[in-house]
């Protein structure tokens, strides 16, 4: 098997354009994931040649392709230089893959050329692995990594998601690769007159994408809880008088949609991260709003998010409260680095002067992501990743081990009508299928939903509106094979992927 050679530069970056605007089509809101195939298939086209020149189209396709997807940065930050440094660092990872691919060509070619039947499917297997790898790497450097615009949640609504309760994105995004390689193989084999090879390639890479369709999974019978989901809305930060408190108002809003359901009788009640920043156990303020409402409802269980602060830090806190008090805290593990607390300061303020505005530095937890309260005669056992944690498999995972219920409360105020809320709504019904729970994503401000275990919507708000609803939700205590197998699957995608480069390293050396 030839690899494909793209040398000149007109077609290089046309290639690097149509795989990052391909790939951006197929995540949220346009969500168009067939083309996701089409994005991985010209970065693979554009896998061979020198290494550097790899790196610098690779880098340029995920540049194209992160700078579409996260809009949100720049609305966020008040910066369009946010947007464009998330780009090109997130970039760098599709850089470091395609020279890694390319390297990785060099060293099998010899033995591949033997082989060309076996050979299409290896190269496309240890390009899939590799692709796994990439990601795992960006989800992990630098500061605790960036998993956002994962290939895998891009196919959430495609046959391959039923495959997550199996190997949740690691196995999704091999398949998917796997899969996209074969298929541009195509035109290789068709180009060297192996019509058998073209039609192998062609055929197994159909009956990858479609077969999951016939994967069944039933979720046990399980009781039903009534659950209240409340997003209050936010108010406009331009039209406040100048002795109102944004942060107060908010946690008001909140409380005022709340009453409105509590004729309803719901077991649970779920307010949103953020929904009161102005620490309710240290705060007379919000306090008063919270325990009037408790005294309403006659201590119906809440779950809500605010903040804690400890000297010039402060921690994102997800708490249960019931007429007890508190009895129960999640502190977020993973603050999100220039967004709730900022590496490098002094030099970051210099050259951004609105990123001032994060005064207070964010600290990590270290408990898993879990809370546990009694509500409705049943013990609720709910993994609770705040907000961009439901990107870091690992974080889901562990709250998702015990758990019979996943509830993603997230604060999307600052990302205006960007992709960002359905981008992490399609997050949300992927770790709802990956971990058999039914999942419920809370919100301030919107996109809020309720998600059943196979990742179907039952209920979802517009953005910015004022909305509460009470449900049936089913608690579902089973584990799936993905939740009790996250540790162990991201060692052994590392082990493999070092095994792939150390046996292409092996057979360069033999060839010098």
């Known amino acids: 098997m030839n690899f494909p050679r793209v040398s000149s530069w007109a077609p290089s970056a046309l290639l690097s354009v149509i795989a990052g605007v391909a790939l951006y089509c197929a995540a949220q809101p346009l969500n168009w994931w067939p083309l996701a195939f089409v994005g991985v298939a010209s970065l693979w086209f554009l896998s061979n040649g020198g290494l550097l020149?790899?790196?610098?189209?690779?880098?340029?396709?995920?540049f194209v392709y992160f700078y579409l997807l996260c809009d949100w940065a720049a609305l966020a930050a008040r910066t369009e230089l946010a947007r464009f440094a998330l780009a090109l660092s997130q970039g760098c990872f599709v850089g470091i893959l395609l020279m890694t691919w390319a390297y990785v060509h060099r060293g099998y070619k010899t033995v591949?050329?033997?082989r060309p039947l076996i050979s299409l499917y290896l190269v496309a297997a240890i390009d899939a692995l590799l692709w796994v790898v990439a990601e795992q790497c960006r989800a992990t450097v630098p500061f605790g990594g960036m998993?956002?615009?994962?290939?895998?949640?891009?196919l959430v609504d495609s046959p391959l998601v039923n495959l997550s309760p199996w190997g949740s994105v690691q196995l999704v995004e091999f398949i998917a690769v796997f899969s996209s390689i074969l298929a541009a193989s195509v035109l290789c084999s068709l180009r060297e007159r192996a019509l058998f090879s073209a039609i192998a390639g062609l055929s197994t890479s159909l009956v990858l994408i479609i077969a999951p369709s016939f994967i069944g999974f039933s979720v046990p019978g399980s009781a039903s809880i009534r659950i209240g989901v409340v997003q209050g809305n936010v108010p406009d930060e331009d039209t406040l008088k100048p002795d109102e408190s944004r942060a107060l108002i908010v946690t008001q809003n909140h409380a005022q949609a709340t009453r409105k359901i509590l004729a309803q009788h719901?077991?649970?009640?779920?307010?949103?991260?953020?929904?009161?920043?102005?620490?309710?156990?240290?705060?007379?303020?919000?306090?008063?709003?919270?325990?009037?409402?408790?005294?309403?409802?006659?201590?119906?269980?809440l779950m809500l998010g605010t903040q804690q602060y400890a000297g010039n830090t402060r921690t994102n806190d997800y708490i249960a409260v019931t007429g007890d008090g508190v009895v129960g805290t999640y502190s977020k593990q993973h603050p999100v680095p220039f967004g709730e607390y900022l590496p490098f300061r002094s030099f970051i303020e210099r050259i951004v002067p609105e990123a001032k505005k994060i005064s207070v530095d964010m600290i990590p937890g270290d408990s898993r992501a879990q809370l546990s309260v009694t509500a409705g005669g049943h013990n609720i056992?709910?993994?609770?990743?705040?907000?961009?944690?439901?990107?870091?498999?690992?974080?889901?995972?562990?709250?998702?081990?015990?758990?019979?219920?996943?509830?993603v409360p997230t604060n999307n105020a600052s990302f205006g009508r960007s992709g960002e809320p359905l981008q992490q709504l399609a997050m949300?019904?992927?770790?709802?299928?990956?971990?058999?729970?039914?999942?419920?994503?809370?919100?301030?401000?919107?996109?809020?939903?309720?998600?059943?275990?196979?990742?179907?919507?039952r209920y979802q708000t517009d953005l910015f509106e004022q909305s509460a609803v009470v449900l049936d939700v089913?608690?579902?205590?089973?584990?799936?094979?993905?939740?009790?197998?996250?540790?162990?699957?991201q060692y052994l995608c590392f082990a493999l992927g070092i095994l792939c480069l150390a046996g292409a390293t092996y057979r360069l050396v033999r060839q010098r």
């Not at 020149?53 to 995920?62: I, L, Q, V």
């Not at 009037?292 to 269980?301: A, D, N, Y």
């Open 53 to 62: 020149s790899r790196f610098c189209w690779g880098t340029f396709a995920g």
């Open 112 to 114: 591949l050329a033997q």
């Open 147 to 154: 998993p956002w615009g994962s290939l895998g949640f891009s």
């Open 266 to 301: 719901p077991d649970l009640i779920l307010w949103p991260e953020s929904a009161s920043d102005r620490d309710i156990r240290q705060d007379q303020e919000a306090n008063n709003i919270l325990n009037s409402l408790m005294k309403e409802s006659r201590g119906v269980p």
């Open 381 to 407: 056992v709910a993994a609770v990743p705040i907000c961009f944690e439901i990107a870091y498999s690992q974080i889901v995972a562990d709250g998702a081990d015990g758990a019979n219920l996943l509830v």
């Open 428 to 457: 949300t019904r992927f770790r709802a299928i990956e971990h058999g729970k039914s999942a419920i994503q809370v919100s301030t401000s919107g996109t809020s939903a309720v998600v059943s275990a196979r990742g179907v919507v």
């Open 474 to 489: 089913p608690l579902i205590s089973s584990q799936t094979f993905a939740t009790k197998t996250a540790n162990v699957r």
